[in-house]
């Protein structure tokens, strides 16, 4: 076996929260652990005892109820805390230790320049004011705030404030086009809708005043629309449209006053998040309160290792979970990192200046963006001052091993890569980091604490360590979701999750366990590929094109032909670059050598660009629409729609007769 590309020096594992966590557990337990292996294992033996301590050690406000903690039989019936109350706000705002009013809690970046810092003080102070504004406006437990919202301070006082109230919040962002957001929040009737009045994007103003009109004319269950400011258009843009306010007039008539939290079950409906839409029209998951509190917490501490006075960045927008997952580190005492634009306006230095300006000690993105910054030859380890990061997180897509060999070897050297695997499904992850174990290439390190994570290859049937198969949960967990949006009787969320192994989660990720007991993701079930009925993961092609820098970037599918499928490689060339026949050769040869014949396309086909969700994933379903000469079923879920105008139908393509 080869060496692990990273180790935690002894010290390290003394500092984490996990031996922390450790120590406490022996304090409420009698139990002793030497490491997260450890924990993981008693974990999930004694899921009841695990979630009471995650509760009690980090000091969750509100009424915990009494034991038992998990009540009910099975996935589907089972429920956490059942006499419990809290209020999600409340925990973000306090939980834990007393927090320094004067320190900082948000700080922001724009790309057009702009920052701003909050303190918690200040922080409070926004969220009393919004408080009082919803309340008059009639916000009440149950109605849903939505916000179209850029990643500014200014949407995490107001995602507090309306579930400060009981009422459940909802977001996209400013991106989306008209049908995208209506897909999503005309299905879910909200109160009230806060927006903006444009944003910057690589480099230019986009200012959204008639797309609002539009998307107003759609909502007709707002009652109020708040426009926060972010191009100096707000008052204009809010006397454009119909019972819209700037958010300075908005909060104007409230001065800071106490904060007010209204406690309520453990499952009240805290978020509703949406699925990417390629497949139809998005899916309204609703998300409970006290579930995503705790496994926030679990995940943040105890895999994320963040601490107390931590600065906490994450590259994402509010149509993305990582949104709400970032907005948690709050409740660790943490500071947010918030930045809103391109990745790469002006260059490829820009988040790195803003990670040694402001000395992140957690760097959160995508596989996609960790692939493109290799491609630009930046090597952050040489060019910035990164001794305060001790985390690197990944998710999104599968981290190739490219992208893990050049983490280590030009961002930071001594880091805890955490490549991390969840879903909007669930606002958090099945299988993600260990900072008291080590790193392997290509290997996310083992699965979340108390999540019966697993593969397996049919019912009851686990997979063995290297073989593939659907990744599964076998155990409830707090933050499964309530359901789906208007679904009454279940049918639909029992049929997205526990129609192919009944009464167990399946995630619909292509996954195999490792034998250092990691698991890797080899891409969406859906998207797998079966040449001669052979199940093969789209992530393992991927891996090998990563590797010729003729290529900026690839989409793989299955053409159904002939009564097989055959392999179908799309390419965007570098600047520069042409696919020769010798270059379409050597792809080949390198698939082959690296992966196996079955993964060797049988075409490879030049594109311009590649379609993409509004959360950055590819659209490998969208493609395999068009190549197929099937009508795209949401082409309001793609950031770039317009890409699908280069592919190729090839429903007639003689091969496929």
């Known amino acids: 076996?080869?060496?692990?590309?990273?180790?935690?020096?002894?010290?390290?594992?003394?500092?984490?929260?996990?031996?922390?966590?450790?120590?406490?557990?022996?304090?409420?337990?009698?139990?002793?652990?030497e490491s997260g292996a450890e924990l993981r294992d008693w974990a999930g033996a004694n899921r009841e005892a695990f979630w009471s301590a995650i509760w009690d050690v980090y000091g969750v406000i509100g009424d915990?109820?009494?034991?038992?903690?998990?009540?009910?039989?099975?996935?589907?019936?089972?429920?956490?805390?059942?006499?419990a109350r809290l209020n999600f706000a409340e925990n973000l705002l306090r939980m834990g230790s007393d927090r320094d009013p004067e320190a900082e809690a948000l700080v922001f970046r724009g790309e057009d320049k702009a920052e701003a810092r909050w303190t918690w003080g200040a922080l409070e102070a926004h969220v009393s004011r919004l408080q009082q504004a919803l309340a008059a406006a009639g916000v009440k437990p149950g109605d849903r705030v939505a916000g179209l919202l850029p990643n500014r301070p200014e949407a995490i006082a107001a995602m507090l404030a309306a579930v400060s109230l009981g009422a459940t919040w909802s977001s996209a962002s400013p991106d989306f086009g008209t049908r995208a957001v209506l897909d999503r929040f005309a299905q879910i009737e909200p109160k009230i809708l806060f927006t903006t009045d444009g944003y910057w994007y690589n480099g230019k103003r986009i200012e959204i005043a008639d797309k609002l009109g539009e998307i107003q004319s759609g909502l007709p269950?707002?009652?109020?629309?708040?426009?926060?400011?972010?191009?100096?258009?707000?008052?204009?843009?809010?006397?454009?449209?119909?019972?819209?306010?700037?958010?300075?007039?908005?909060?104007?008539?409230?001065?800071?006053?106490?904060?007010?939290?209204?406690?309520?079950?453990?499952?009240?409906?805290?978020?509703?998040?949406?699925?990417?839409?390629?497949?139809?029209?998005?899916?309204?998951?609703?998300?409970?309160?006290?579930?995503?509190?705790?496994?926030?917490?679990?995940?943040?501490?105890?895999?994320?290792?963040?601490?107390?006075?931590?600065?906490?960045?994450?590259?994402?927008?509010?149509?993305?979970?990582?949104?709400?997952?970032?907005?948690?580190v709050l409740a660790r005492g943490a500071t947010a990192m918030l930045f809103d634009g391109s990745p790469f306006a002006p260059g490829p230095r820009v988040l790195?200046?803003?990670?040694?300006?402001?000395?992140?000690?957690?760097?959160?993105?995508?596989?996609?963006?960790?692939?493109?910054?290799?491609?630009?030859?930046?090597?952050?380890?040489?060019?910035?001052?990164?001794?305060?990061?001790?985390?690197?997180?990944?998710?999104?897509?599968?981290?190739?091993?490219?992208?893990?060999?050049?983490?280590?070897?030009?961002?930071?050297?001594?880091?805890?890569?955490?490549?991390?695997?969840?879903?909007?499904?669930?606002?958090?992850?099945?299988?993600?980091?260990?900072?008291?174990?080590?790193?392997?290439?290509?290997?996310?390190?083992?699965?979340?604490?108390?999540?019966?994570?697993?593969?397996?290859?049919?019912?009851?049937?686990?997979?063995?360590?290297?073989?593939?198969?659907?990744?599964?949960?076998?155990?409830?967990?707090?933050?499964?979701?309530?359901g789906f949006w208007g679904d009454d009787d279940g049918s639909r969320y029992r049929a997205a999750y526990f129609d192919l192994f009944p009464g167990v989660w399946c995630q619909g990720d292509y996954a195999e366990r490792t034998e250092t007991g990691g698991f890797i993701i080899h891409g969406r079930s859906d998207a797998t590929l079966n040449p001669g009925g052979v199940r093969i993961g789209t992530a393992e092609i991927y891996a090998e094109v990563e590797k010729f820098a003729e290529v900026r970037e690839s989409v793989v599918i299955g053409h159904d032909a002939g009564g097989d499928q055959r392999v179908v490689l799309f390419v965007v060339m570098a600047e520069g670059q042409a696919l020769t026949d010798d270059l379409k050769a050597r792809i080949k040869a390198g698939i082959r050598a690296g992966s196996s014949p079955r993964h060797v396309p049988a075409d490879i086909l030049e594109v311009p660009d590649i379609p993409r969700t509004k959360s950055g994933k590819i659209s490998e379903l969208a493609v395999k629409d068009v190549v197929h000469g099937r009508q795209v079923k949401n082409m309001g879920a793609l950031d770039n729609p317009e890409a699908l105008d280069a592919f190729p139908n090839l429903s007639d393509d003689p091969t496929a007769s």
């Open 352 to 482: 790195w200046d803003y990670a040694e300006a402001e000395r992140f000690t957690h760097f959160g993105t995508s596989a996609k963006y960790i692939d493109s910054l290799r491609k630009t030859g930046l090597e952050p380890m040489q060019s910035h001052d990164l001794s305060a990061l001790r985390t690197v997180f990944s998710t999104g897509s599968p981290l190739l091993e490219q992208g893990f060999a050049y983490v280590y070897g030009s961002v930071k050297a001594d880091v805890h890569l955490a490549s991390i695997s969840g879903g909007t499904d669930i606002v958090s992850c099945f299988v993600g980091g260990d900072p008291t174990a080590p790193v392997w290439s290509g290997e996310i390190q083992g699965a979340g604490f108390a999540m019966a994570a697993d593969v397996w290859t049919a019912p009851d049937t686990p997979a063995a360590p290297g073989e593939k198969g659907e990744l599964v949960c076998t155990a409830a967990f707090p933050s499964m979701p309530l």
């Open 1 to 33: 076996m080869s060496q692990p590309l990273w180790t935690p020096s002894q010290d390290r594992i003394d500092a984490s929260e996990i031996a922390r966590f450790n120590a406490a557990l022996m304090a409420l337990e009698g139990e002793v652990f």
């Open 221 to 328: 269950s707002v009652t109020r629309t708040v426009v926060i400011d972010y191009l100096g258009a707000a008052e204009a843009v809010a006397a454009g449209l119909e019972n819209a306010q700037s958010l300075a007039a908005f909060e104007s008539p409230f001065d800071p006053a106490p904060l007010t939290f209204e406690r309520l079950p453990f499952d009240h409906p805290l978020y509703i998040l949406f699925s990417s839409g390629t497949t139809g029209a998005p899916k309204c998951i609703v998300h409970r309160a006290g579930g995503v509190l705790l496994q926030h917490v679990k995940e943040l501490a105890l895999h994320g290792d963040i601490k107390p006075g931590d600065r906490v960045f994450y590259f994402t927008t509010l149509g993305w979970m990582m949104w709400n997952w970032l907005a948690s």
């Open 64 to 83: 915990k109820g009494e034991a038992p903690f998990i009540s009910g039989e099975g996935m589907l019936g089972e429920r956490f805390f059942p006499g």
